[in-house]
């Protein structure tokens, strides 16, 4: 069966080709009622389906979008992508979502890929690998709106937690509850903006309250290998730390499996905190104490901000910073 044509709907409807395309474009206001029923039914009886990739080459414009994140599968990433759909679904925009398993090879892939197929605008959690890729594209006038991540603090349009402020706040609560040694479990920070701000936060907590800061207590935590040494084995010596501030879900789902693995209560030997929301976590026999970020409305700003981008090109650089929330649970105990 051929192909349906614009050209046969024109025939069909008596129309010209020009009426039909101004018609499929939403530009119809000029068109008689009758002049308008005629073309929609045309569309209709002949099952004409729109070369949607011919016409974006006409107008550059594709009505599509990309997000490029490091695991789909992430609590955080997962409901940041929904808050981007929901968002470009009211602007009548499609998302397209590349996963980039952490790799910056897949990363970089992913960016041309996207910019090949002419997308309008790309969302991207950056691995801080491809900057230079980003920035090139930035050049040529392609919108890009980063999240989640800030490398090193030159990122023109990026949407982010204010991480130094809810890391303050979750170690003030700990100092408030009596803690005095508090073991800081993180990622390697120096080329992670926004990791050593949750560092500082940590810091200016301890400064504020007149406690010494001890470099044993900043434990690390690597995506492959795991910890680079058992921040249990801190418990076993003098001074031992009485709670764990976590900085990832991932490290804070680590130390639980090895505190199961111990005859310690959290909530009464030890107190834990950790830095995004975990799922399902009503059914922990001890809730976990938590920062939580708002993923969504971060996936909703991101997509408003991009949109922004590509309908007005010379729009100021927009650098927004959400505020968290330090969610109370039971995993936290004063210390006498």
Partial sequence: MAKVRLVDVAAHAGVSKSTVSQYLSGRFDYMSKETKERVQHAIAELNYVPNTIARSLKTNITKTIGIIARDVTGFYTSRTIRGVDDYCKSSDYNVLIYNTDFDPDKEAQALNNLRQINVDGIIISPSGTNTSLINHFVEQG??????????????????????????????????????????FVTQEFNKVKSRKDRFLGYCAALKAHGLQFDESLVQYWHREEGFISSPLALLDQENAPTAYFTQHLAITSDLLKQLNQTDLKIGENISLIGFEDLPMVEFFKTPITVIKEDPYNIGMEAAKSLLTLIQDKTAPAKKLVLPCTLTIRESCHKVV
């Avoid at 609560?173 to 009596?178: A, D, K, S, W």
Wanted: negative net charge; charged residues 25%.
């Fill in 142 to 183: 392609l919108p890009i709106v980063q999240f989640q991540l800030e490398h090193d603090g030159t990122e023109k349009n990026i949407i982010l937690s204010d991480y130094k402020k809810a890391a303050f706040d979750a170690t003030e609560y700990l100092i408030q509850l009596g803690h005095r040694r508090i073991c």
